[in-house]
């Protein structure tokens, strides 16, 4: 396999390591002149050899020196906010299902105090004193139908 030094560069290379002159020059590391002196040898570099050594005396650029960041603290972070998530989810569930049961318990309350009342009567066989007998005739104007019984 070639060695890096020997491989041609592409005019992206180039480019990289001109915007990386000039960002030197802008930081007081290099003259006006060297700046012109070194860029004619960057547009004129065949190699990442002769583009390396342009710039061998410079600081390494902000991406090279900035550590990145562990898969595992990545992993980490990707689980903690999964579990964040399940809890909120969790406890949005809880309060559902809490509002839900006192819903239910009002219901079933309302029930056995005010509905077995009414069934109470007709499951014992008897007649209850709220039933309209056939000889009561209800107006049409309540919408309900004459004739027949119903319950009040």
């Known amino acids: 396999?070639?060695?890096r030094v020997t491989?041609?560069?592409?005019?992206?290379d180039r480019e990289r390591v001109a915007d990386r002159l000039r960002h030197a020059a802008g930081e007081g590391r290099l003259l006006t002149e060297e700046l012109e002196e070194r860029l004619g040898a960057v547009f004129s570099a065949r190699t990442y050899g002769e583009l390396d050594a342009v710039v061998a005396d410079l600081p390494a650029p902000d991406d090279d020196r900035r550590h990145k960041t562990p898969l595992w603290v990545k992993a980490t972070f990707v689980l903690a906010v999964a579990v964040a998530l399940i809890a909120v989810l969790a406890v949005v569930a809880l309060l559902f299902i809490g509002?839900?049961?006192?819903?239910?318990?009002?219901?079933?309350l309302a029930w056995a105090f005010l509905g077995r009342g009414g069934a109470r009567g007709s499951r014992l066989g008897g007649h209850s004193r709220h039933r309209l007998g056939p000889h009561h005739h209800v107006s049409s104007s309540s919408g309900v139908p004459r004739g027949g019984s119903a319950w009040l």
């Open 1 to 3: 396999m070639a060695r």
């Open 99 to 108: 509002l839900a049961g006192a819903w239910l318990l009002w219901v079933v």
């Open 7 to 12: 491989l041609r560069a592409a005019d992206s």
